[in-house]
């Protein structure tokens, strides 16, 4: 089969599109003819070499996580699944199974690929629904999941005032339409600006501009979570931090002692499953084919995007 390799670490410059033997499902498992894949940055950081020595490679690699595909094979005790069924999904990396807690994580072989195979029991793979199309499909699971997390944890109101600091990417604008109608206060270009109105933001800033306050919600999308401390200061006494990043929050990150900061991370599903995002608004920025995926990649590490890259197969 035709699949996107990492065959050292190193930066996606040096991925390369090769022929790999396809991957065949073991007990519990399934193996998907994968027809689209999306982009996210554990794509970018396992092969990069950031979680070395705690969850190491095995080379050649084959990045991915997000999919929509057709079930090609079923393994041995897998009952909830049949050949020819639509189906789309979040994985990560066999090599992150340590790191996933307890449990049966959802695992895989790798999306960026013509096959893939996945662990069957999980709640963060789930049927297509019919009105969901297979770009949306695969660009929708890591965002759909982290943007619904964010909800069930922050609960914004109404009256809220929000900021949204890295509105622009694949959570940002799936995050966008949630919000309303509360105020909302999104980072971007300004080119990006009509869009993001569109989506749901009241106002729209530069990367570089004063935060407006005080804001009684921060969602970070995108700076590492020790880098926060100007996000703290727009915030009211008493006001909300969620980061997605890390390293884990720190009270001095913020130097303040007077709000609340925290990771959201469901890494159980226990926020909500696959079954429970088909039905949010996805932004889809760029299309590419299989064989153009080493530049989806590099598109996603070195370049301002909007929205999810798709890779289709």
Known sequence: MKAVIATDYGPPEQFTVADLPVPHPGPGQI???????????????????????VADLTFPHVPGNDFAGTVSDVGPDVTAYRVGDEVFGHAVPRALRAMMGAG?????????????????????IAHR????????????????????????????????????????????????????PARV???GKPADAEALLALGASEVIGYDDPYPGPVDVAFNLVLPSDRLRRVGQALRPGGRLYTI???????????????????????????????????????????????????????????????????TV
């Open 185 to 187: 206060i999104a980072t």
């Open 245 to 311: 990043t890390f390293p884990p929050p720190r009270p001095d990150y913020l130097d303040r002692d007077d709000v609340h900061f925290e990771l959201v991370l469901d890494t159980q599903g226990r926020l909500g499953g696959m079954s429970d995002v088909a039905g949010l608004r996805v932004t889809v920025g760029r299309r590419y084919r299989l064989d153009d995926g080493v530049r989806a990649l590099t598109d996603f590490a070195r370049t301002h995007t909007f929205g999810k890259l798709v890779v």
């Open 104 to 124: 049966r994580p959802s695992l895989t072989t790798g999306t960026l690929a013509e096959y893939a195979v996945f662990e069957a029991d999980t709640p963060f």
């Open 129 to 180: 629904p019919p009105g969901l199309t297979v770009a949306d499909a695969a660009a929708l699971p890591t965002a759909g999941l982290t943007a619904r997390a964010l909800i069930a944890t922050a609960a914004p109101s109404a009256g809220d005032t929000l900021l949204v600091v890295g509105a622009t990417g694949g959570v940002g604008t799936t995050l966008l339409p949630l919000l309303r």
């Open 31 to 53: 193996q998907v003819r994968i027809a689209a894949a999306s982009i996210n940055s554990i794509d970018l950081r396992v092969p990069g070499g950031e979680l070395r020595g």
